[in-house]
């Protein structure tokens, strides 16, 4: 089993960045695929990808990118170039190889874009 837990979100001004971190305990984050979703207000969860895909979400490829380090056991969301249109939770979660359901959740980190 592992847990996760999100950092790193914030206010920041259109065109800015943030890096959200997901780190990871109870097993070493290298044996699962690390997902990022985010959730704005009214709208349905999006998929934003994996550390297998990398990034999956069209409306921000070019601009987000995924990563990780396996010695401080995180991986990461950079996001640059921000729009007021990235508002959302940004949530990361796990699934084992194999498998396709996200059996475990971080608490979820705020993003809030102005313009």
């Known amino acids: 089993q592992v847990q996760l837990v999100e950092s790193g979100g914030g206010l920041v001004q259109a065109g800015g960045s943030l890096r959200l971190s997901c780190a990871a305990s109870?097993?070493?984050?290298?044996?699962?695929?690390i997902g990022w979703f985010r959730q704005a207000p009214g709208k349905e969860r999006e998929f934003v990808g994996d550390?297998?895909?990398?990034v999956d979400l069209e409306s921000v490829k070019g601009r987000f990118t995924i990563s990780g380090d396996n010695a401080k056991n995180t991986v990461y969301l950079q996001m640059n170039s921000l729009k007021p249109e990235d508002t959302a939770v940004y949530s990361c979660a796990a699934r084992l190889p194999g498998t396709f359901a996200w059996n475990y959740w971080g608490q979820g980190t705020q993003v809030t874009v102005s313009s």
């Open positions: 109870g097993r070493p984050v290298s044996s699962y695929y």
């Open positions: 550390t297998g895909r990398t």
